[in-house]
Structures are given as structure tokens and as C-alpha cells.
């Protein structure tokens, strides 16, 4: 984790699984995915400590077997994390040898949050705003992450619970759910409403939905979850429109001290919107020129070093990004490269 990332909150650590494959088997193709991720993993002959936004998990040799431990700031990233490495042991051919520990069982998932859709405007040609009504905390607490995800089942779905080991159940299956994720672009003063910007897109799953939703609908989300409040003091950001929600986000939540350079590339110039600080001035270009992004974090990554450099865009972009960044010697602590949609 990097050091200019929100300060973490004391770890809570109350998921465990026994697996039944060896140390090597586990974390061979583990350590592989978390590296390529750009996350660090700590690695000795029987032990791998791996941290990423969500938590830290470690895995222990235990004989021929191998003991995880998740340990996360919040309930709702203990959630995400554990239900990520159930995923990802799955994918590897592990899910049939592991034995969950019964801490948490029934119910609902310790990340999701009923609510009900308060208002729908449309804020520009390519943008909507949604004002949600219910219990956000999680939200508020420090260190929490910007993101969450939209829960939108099959028609008739029941919401999502818990099983038996204490993962999310889908009702018809994950793939059959729609899981946008978007930013936390507003928050209220006691939690009790949050406002989402979403980008309009013609045949959208997520656009064909803003379009139909009412005031009074009720609706899931999981989270908070991703990228938290950066605390470093110089700061580029750098983003489509897409990013445009958490780029202001973050703008409008960092202290007046620190020091801000942000672009973003719209296919709308209605679309910019003005951050709260008069003193940070959003340069834009056109997102039909796929080069624009990439050219300006050139020019940072030449002018700004000691700053954090924030970058999100479509996931070749971003790829492309990572690869400048990593070109460059920027330390790894002080750059995020996210792929927000793909072609």
C-alpha cells in the first residue's frame, strides 16, 4: 500500500480458510496476479503477506495445507476481500479443497446497502445525477473507499445474502447480475443521502436504467470499495470522463494546502464541471483523441516528479499509463493506473 493513501483504519481481522493444496500451489499464481496488479507481496519459505486497497491477506504452510487470514479497516472491504479470493481460488482449481471457518453466516453481506433513489437530474449532454437516500456511514469513515457498485439483478431477484461459509450467494447466478461501479460524488452531512454522477452512454445497460428509474425506486449497492482519498500534498490527475466524478471528488475533498494539477478529456464540453476550489483549473480535451491523456502525463511525468499521479481512462489507456509511469522511475507508491471501461 502506498504511503500517501488515506491513513488506514486498525485492521479487522475475523475471516480464515484452510486450503488444501500446499504453500506453493496457493501462492505461486497468487503472488503472480498481485505483482501484475502492482500491489507488493511480501514472500518467505511459509509465510506471504499480500496488502492491497480492501486489506492484507496472509497465507501460512500448514503441513500439506495452507492457512489464509483476511484482515480489512471495515466490514464492508473484510466483504469484498474475502469473496475476491474466493473468486480467485475458484479460478485456480482451489475451491473444492478449502474449509471456511463459521464466523459470519446469514444475513445480509457485510458491504450492502439498501436504498432508495431520492431525485434524477440531468446535469449536461452527457451526464445524469442521482441522489440516493439511506444509511451511508461506511462511507464517511476515514479511509474509506470512493467507489461502490450499483446491484442490479435478474427481474424478481431477491437481493444477494450470505451462505453457509459466510460468502456472497447471487440469486441466479453472479454473471446474471449488472454490477456498474461508480463514484461516491457527494456525500451528506449525516450519511443519510450520497449523489452519483453517471456518464450517458447511448445503449448503456446502466444508461437504459438511469432512463427508467423513479423517485421512490429502491435499489443495492455494495460497498465502499477501490481507491481512497490520496493525502499527498502535490497532486495530477488525469482522467476521461468517466473519471471526471472521483477526479472531483477528490478535488473538492483535499485540504486548500494541497497543490492541484488535473485534465480530463470529454466528449461533451458542456460536461466539465467546476470544482469547489477557485484556485484549480481543469484543462480539457477531446476524448475522441485517444492520445491527449497520454501526452499530458508525458509532460508530468517529465515536470512533476515528487507528485502523486492519479490516471484513469479505458483500460488500454491505462495499461499504456502503467507502462509510461513504470518507464519513467516513478515510484510505485506515488501512481495509480486504473482502466475505468474498455472498448
Known amino acids: 500500500m502506498s504511503d500517501l493513501l488515506a491513513t488506514p483504519v486498525k485492521p479487522l481481522t475475523a475471516h480464515s480458510a484452510l486450503i488444501g493444496a500446499s504453500f506453493d500451489r496457493v501462492c505461486d499464481p497468487i503472488e503472480k496476479i498481485v505483482l501484475d496488479m502492482g500491489y507488493e507481496v511480501r514472500r518467505e519459505t511459509a509465510r506471504m503477506e499480500v496488502d492491497i486497497p480492501l486489506g492484507q491477506v496472509i497465507f501460512d504452510a500448514d503441513g500439506a495445507q495452507t492457512r489464509v487470514q483476511f484482515s480489512s479497516p471495515t466490514p464492508p472491504q473484510l466483504q469484498m476481500l474475502k469473496d475476491l479470493y474466493a473468486r480467485r481460488f475458484e479460478s485456480l482449481g482451489l475451491a473444492a479443497g478449502i474449509k471456511w471457518a463459521k464466523e459470519q453466516q446469514g444475513g445480509m453481506p457485510l458491504n450492502q446497502v439498501g436504498c432508495t433513489i431520492a431525485d434524477v ?116 490527475l488525469l482522467g476521461d470522463e468517466t473519471a471526471m466524478p472521483v477526479m472531483m471528488n477528490i478535488m473538492d475533498n483535499m485540504p486548500k494546502t494541497a497543490e492541484i494539477t488535473a485534465a480530463l478529456a470529454l466528449r461533451h464540453p458542456d460536461d466539465m464541471q467546476d470544482p469547489r476550489r477557485s484556485d484549480i483549473a481543469v484543462a480539457h480535451c477531446d476524448m475522441a483523441d ?17 507528485a502523486y499521479v492519479f490516471f484513469a481512462a479505458e483500460k488500454t489507456q491505462a495499461a499504456r499509463a502503467r507502462e509510461m509511469i513504470k518507464a519513467a522511475g516513478w515510484p510505485a507508491s506515488a501512481a495509480r493506473a486504473a482502466g475505468y471501461w474498455g472498448k
Open 121 to 236: 437530474t440531468r446535469l449536461s449532454p452527457g451526464f445524469a445525477r442521482l441522489r440516493l437516500q439511506g444509511g451511508f456511514s461506511m462511507f464517511a469513515q476515514s479511509g474509506a473507499g470512493l467507489h461502490f457498485r450499483f446491484l442490479l439483478g435478474p427481474e424478481g431477484a431477491a437481493m444477494p445474502s450470505l451462505d453457509e461459509n459466510g460468502l456472497t450467494f447471487w440469486p441466479g447466478g453472479q454473471e446474471a447480475w449488472h454490477r456498474p461501479v461508480f463514484t461516491v460524488r457527494q456525500l451528506g452531512k449525516d450519511a443519510d443521502w450520497m449523489d452519483v454522477d453517471i456518464a450517458l452512454h447511448d445503449g448503456g445497460r446502466t444508461t437504459q436504467w438511469v432512463a427508467a428509474v423513479q423517485p421512490g425506486d429502491q435499489v443495492a449497492l455494495s460497498g465502499p470499495s477501490g481507491s481512497k482519498l490520496p493525502t499527498a500534498e502535490r497532486l495530477v
Open 290 to 306: 485517444e492520445d491527449a491523456l497520454l501526452t499530458k502525463l508525458a509532460q508530468h511525468l517529465e515536470t512533476d516528479r515528487g
